[in-house]
């Protein structure tokens, strides 16, 4: 497996956030296999499709993307936290990649899958509000 990740794909796109997820989808494209089925490989989504960035053409199991600089932590920020939580207690919620890269040396260090049924919202003292 080729940990590198293809800078190049960079060009073009103002916005950092962009950049690393054009930079970390092609790489899971092109290396990542169905975990669920064992499909040698998955689709992409079209863009803006809210939380889920990938799908296997054999069984269906769609999936989405983290991905963060440096070392995992304890925490994943999301922009669109609404969106996540409808798609992770809907009825076609995703499993998750969590993908840990390292900048300066443009490669993959860790790619993580959370499996859809750990996944489940946690209320907090802001929302009882
Ligand atoms: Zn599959």
Known sequence: MNIRLDKSLSRGYSSRSQRV???????????MYCPRCGFSHIERFENNRPAADFFCPNCGNQYE???????LGNKIT????????????????????????????????????????????????????
């Open 65 to 71: 993307l983290k991905s963060k600089r440096g070392k």
């Open 78 to 129: 999301d922009g669109a936290y609404d969106t996540m939580i409808d798609r992770i207690i809907g009825s076609e919620n995703p499993d998750f990649f969590f993908l840990t890269y390292s900048e300066t040396e443009h490669r993959v260090n860790n790619l993580i899958l959370i499996l859809k049924h750990f996944l489940s919202r946690i209320s907090s003292k802001k929302e009882n509000l």
């Open 21 to 31: 997820r054009v930079i970390t989808e092609d790489w899971v494209y092109r290396n």
